[in-house]
């Protein structure tokens, strides 16, 4: 259920950019989605399809989903290493002393509209 | 091939950015006119509506509450505050969201008549995951921990430790009967968040809820305070 209140406000921000543009409608939307932001992708997509059939500008609006990889640095051993392997305990030096990089971001990148 | 006129629009916003946006302004809104907004946020069954309650009844006599209960569906929670503490109550429908933004938190207080009230508190539904992602707009933001659920419940939701700055452990009293180490629960909540006040209580038997009670006093008088 939390995806449709993401793409409720996906949507929402992507029909406020098409009104300012004065498009006559939005072909693709481009969605950089962290691989630890906790979404499901494929349920992200669908509740996408369906809320896009309220939508204004958006009606037959194609959706690309540009996955980001979740990196984690170690402050102890300086080191960076993938976050979904390994979760927050450092795999070189075993320091759970790290946080998050990268890759719990949900962007709306760009549109294309005509 | 594509359409000859096709342009892209650079946009590179956040997801969550009309939100975020939203409840900033809510927040600075709501401290000029000198209401306090607390969020309470956990998993269902934590006790939330019986630690209100307790809190509620401790606190009525010094500041005018609100409170706004949000749900899925049914009215029972914001029956029963209302009926056992006497303070006024809406039930906030999220029509089928696990979570409250801060356009549906607006909605809510324009309804409860914020304006004659110090204190509001808004029970999020109940949920570890969403309403951890939508800035509600409020100047406290509580997570609840029962000590049923586990001790080892931060390292499974991190963001909603994260994102809160008072963890109250409930259910104290039931400590004799789960394998549950307050130590433990206090180093994980720790390792998601340093700053997090944590107060271990029983909403039934009102063990800590002094401390509770104080916590609200000097989170108010602070809130007050601040230019």
């Known amino acids: 259920m939390h995806e449709l209140g993401i793409v409720f ?35 992200f997509r669908e509740c996408f399809d369906w809320a896009i059939k309220k939508s204004k500008f958006m009606q037959e ?27 927050r305990i450092c795999p070189f030096c075993g320091s759970k002393d790290t946080y998050l990089v990268v890759g719990d971001k949900v962007i709306i990148k760009d549109l294309e509209v005509i | 091939m594509a359409e000859k006129n096709v342009r892209t629009i650079v946009v590179n916003r956040s997801a969550y ?57 049914s009215d029972i929670d914001a029956l029963k505050v209302s009926e056992v503490t006497g303070v006024k109550s809406i039930q906030l429908h999220t029509s089928g969201m696990c979570h409250l933004d801060a356009g549906m938190t607006f909605d809510g207080l324009k309804a409860i008549d914020y304006k004659d009230l110090d204190l509001i508190f808004l029970e999020n539904v109940g949920n570890l995951v969403c309403p951890a992602e939508f800035d509600a707009g409020a100047h406290l933001d509580i997570t609840i921990l029962s000590v ?6 931060p390292l ?16 104290m009293d039931t400590l004799p009967y789960f394998t549950f180490s307050l130590e433990k629960c206090k180093e994980n909540i720790r390792m998601r968040n340093e700053n997090a006040t944590i107060i271990p209580i029983s909403a039934k038997t009102g063990e800590g809820s002094d401390k509770l009670v104080d916590y609200f006093i ?3 008088q602070e809130f007050r305070e601040e230019k």
């Open chain 2, 156 to 171: 499974k939701y991190p963001l909603i430790y994260q994102k809160c700055n008072l963890v109250i452990i409930n259910k």
């Open chain 1, 61 to 87: 609006c194609k959706l690309e989903i540009i996955v980001i990889e979740g990196i984690t640095y170690c402050r102890t051993c300086k080191e960076t290493y993938k976050t979904v392997e390994h979760g």
């Open chain 2, 218 to 220: 000097k989170s108010i």
């Open chain 2, 148 to 153: 049923p659920e586990g001790d080892d419940k």
């Open chain 2, 17 to 73: 950015a009309d939100n975020d946006l939203e409840a900033s302004l809510l927040r600075k809104k709501l401290k000029e006119e000198g209401v306090f907004l607390v969020n309470v946020m956990s998993s269902p069954g934590s006790g939330k509506t019986t630690t209100l309650v307790r809190l509620i009844n401790l606190l009525k006599d010094k500041y005018r509450i609100g409170v706004m209960e949000a749900d899925i569906d």
């Open chain 1, 9 to 43: 406000h996906v949507i929402k921000q992507a029909e406020e950019v098409a009104e300012a543009n004065k498009v006559q409608k939005v072909c693709k939307l481009t969605l950089e989605v962290g691989q630890v932001s906790g979404i499901e992708l494929d349920y």
